[in-house]
């Protein structure tokens, strides 16, 4: 599987991959499902339409029950720069039921040279979303998912888990000091290189100054050895509107530490479908 | 659960775990069955192995393939069919629709999600609940409208009773409101657009007596005897009457896991509880006294090495419309009606996905039509 989309990415070998989709499997990127037989020419055409060849500089899997997770570190061959890409695979291993994939597409702009409103505007409408108002508090009735909800108690590193969660789910900023190794390796949407432990803090705290009522929801984990992906969300109010942030985290656990957290999210077509949002804009004076 | 071989007035029912499942199965598979017959399917051709095998071939010949004929040959020549927005019970409208939907929608294709279905006896036939999502461009005028050259994407659940080879009776409910958002037309313009055409008679008959039983609490006359997992439908008729009913959102950790996925109609998506409450409360607020019925439960083991099973449950739901939106404040106190259907998967007891359909364009539009007729009739502008 990982071949199939090395190949389709840095080769346009769309026959391969479409052999492993099933018919009834969706593409789901840009906040946009897509179906049909469509779907993986639409994007790889456009991939390609902005990095040309490419190459794979850097890939991490991660492989739980039907969840397979591709992260992949492109490097196109005539431009500078790099991509950072993950994919989240629902597959019985023979065969791909749907992807979740998620592009750093201010990464892929800055290849281009081109102004991300122009990125932006060639990428996909999104889906209808209507994101019903709700109480984001949990009124001691335990309905908040926490990762040692959703995998098993002896699961290695699940305490590391939970704490790591807090960082986002009850603003707990002091864990970033004590559950990141000191020269942990922090790679944030947009930043063209890793970082230090101290962009995380600046990167949650930025979210938390922008938004009020703000609410994470795990969807999954999945977790192989050390590697860990977790699939996620952030919403919360900007004024009037509601805003959803959908993000896929992947952290590396060694001896009880975090030595790299690499988390994605599509920036460009965050800001497509939340025009008004200021949490990845810089305010004006 | 109990999946094995069990013997019912006389008939060894065949066991659930050898029908076809969609959901691993590529179109290919699908189409050209290799399995032995895993079904009685008394009556019905030889070529089909299963229920599930014949829902999903003959959708995808008559709506793919374009053989719009072919449902004078699986539909009853009287087949009523019930959607929210219109009636039909003669099989030469079943064509005509079928053709105006192909004619609107040329590239229409049927992806089956599942098919969720029911035994209902060697002379009753089978029940199936098949949830679709369609992928299609508007290229013609439709019931929503001028042609908008848009491409959009559908579910839908269609809810049928085959027997002998033929569909003898459907409920069908598609998530148009979804589908006209992506096409660029706003809702409640797709609404009253809808309600510009007129309303087969017996739909009007129809609609009012289901409003009638549901305020009543009173069960669908459609029921069968065939045996089914009590504990599924316990749990779909406690669901429906503490959420819906009693409105009791505490209670929804009982029903739901805490990170489940929940689909609702015009683009609705939560994941977890809290934002499951959210939906179905911003939802029931514009019908705050809304009651509902459990219509129809049917279930199947999806995966019984990990206790998941699918339930397929139709429901109806009435009250008096009481919307804080300004565009259709005009219809507070009206009769607000609902044909719904849920597909749920359950994994150990609880709700790990839901996909509810229902058709918020013809439930808008029967709101206007009700208000026109009664201002009509009284004379006010």
Known sequence: ?285 | MNHKTVPTNNVMHLPQGEVTQLYWKNLPELLNPSNPKSQLLRGFDDEFIDIVDYIVRITHRIWEQKNVGLCNDYYAEYCPVHTLGAYADAVSSVVTGTLQTISAFPDRSLIGENVIWRDLGPNEGYYSSHRITSIMTNKGPSEFGDATHKTGRVTTIADCICVENKIVYEWLVRDNSFLVKQLGIDVLDASEHFAKIPAHPKFENWRQAEISRVKAQEPSEHQWKAPIDKAAVEFSNRWLDTLFNQKNFGKANTFYHLNAKLQWPGGRQAVGIPGIIGTIIQWLAACPEAQVTCDHVCTVPFDQEKDVIDIAIRWSLTGSFSSKDKRLSMYRGQEFFILGASHLRLVDGKISEEWTVFDEVAAYANLIRDFNRTNHNTGAQ
């Open chain 1, 1 to 285: 599987m990982l071949d199939s989309i090395i190949n389709a990415f840095t080769k346009g070998d769309l026959a391969d991959l479409n052999s492993k989709m099933l018919h009834s499997a969706y593409w789901g990127q840009h906040n946009a499902k897509f179906y049909g037989s469509e779907k993986l020419n639409m994007i790889l055409g456009n991939w390609f339409a902005l990095t040309g060849k490419c190459t794979v500089l850097a890939h991490q899997t991660i492989k739980q029950n039907n969840h397979y997770v591709v992260y992949l570190t492109f490097e196109p061959t005539n431009k500078n720069g790099t991509i950072n890409y993950v994919f989240w695979l629902e597959t019985n291993q023979l065969m791909v039921k749907s992807v979740l994939a998620i592009v750093d597409t201010v990464q892929l702009a800055a290849l281009n040279q081109d102004s991300p409103e122009k990125v932006s505007d060639n990428l996909p409408s999104t889906d209808p979303l209507v994101i019903s108002d709700y109480d984001q508090q949990d009124n001691l009735q335990n309905n908040i998912a926490w990762p040692s909800n959703l995998i098993s108690k002896q699961a290695q590193n699940v305490e590391i888990l939970d704490q790591w969660w807090a960082i986002w789910s009850q603003k707990q900023l002091a864990n970033i000091n004590t559950l990141y190794n000191d020269d942990a390796v922090i790679n944030l949407p947009g930043d063209k290189h890793p970082q230090k432990r101290e962009r995380l803090f600046e990167f949650v705290l930025s979210k938390i100054n922008t938004l009020t009522r703000m609410f994470t929801q795990i969807e999954d984990i999945a977790i192989e050895g050390q590697d860990v992906a977790i699939k996620w969300f952030l919403d919360g109010d900007e004024g009037e509107n509601k805003i959803r942030l959908p993000f896929i985290t992947l952290l590396k656990i060694e001896n009880s530490k975090i030595t790299v957290d690499t988390t994605v999210c599509d920036i460009l077509a965050f800001n497509k479908n939340f025009s008004t949002s200021h949490v990845f804009k810089q305010p004006t004076a």
